[in-house]
Nanobody, 123 residues
Framework: QVQLVESGGGLVQPGGSLRLSCAASGSIFSINAMGWYRQPPGKQRELVAAFTSGGTTNYSDSVKGRFTISRDNAKNAMYLQMNSLKPEDTAVYYC?????????????????WGQGTQVTVSS
């Protein structure tokens, strides 16, 4: 079973930084349109930052200039550098891929989510 696994969450003071990582468990042949989403307490899941299928990046207005999404294609990994964190950034952060597959001879798996990692910004 292919999974996405997030790491790097934790408790940080306002103004601090965290770096989230997302990696696919096992070997992956191809993975497309990855992104980070978050779900604040009592609210709906929302987009934080994502790569489009064309390779460009989209950011939520609330994180522009503070967060940076990046990826390492060789490792099928994705990262989210979060700086100048605010209490309103507190949420469970999820890694997402539009589609992935282990090798070119199997079907794509669509809409793949990680289990989430908690980020708490508090003094």
């Amino acid at each position: 079973q292919v999974q996405l696994v997030e790491s790097g969450g934790g408790l940080v003071q306002p103004g601090g930084s965290l770096r989230l990582s997302c990696a696919a468990s096992g070997s992956i042949f191809s993975i497309n349109a990855m992104g980070w989403y978050r779900q604040p307490p009592g609210k709906q899941r929302e987009l934080v930052a994502a790569f489009t299928s064309g390779g460009t990046t989209n950011y939520s207005d609330s994180v522009k200039g503070r967060f940076t999404i990046s990826r390492d294609n060789a490792k099928n990994a994705m990262y989210l550098q979060m700086n100048s964190l605010k209490p309103e950034d507190t949420a469970v952060y999820y890694c997402h891929a539009d589609r992935l597959r282990r090798n070119p001879f199997v079907a794509w798996k669509y809409d793949v989510w990680g289990q989430g990692t908690q980020v708490t910004v508090s003094s």
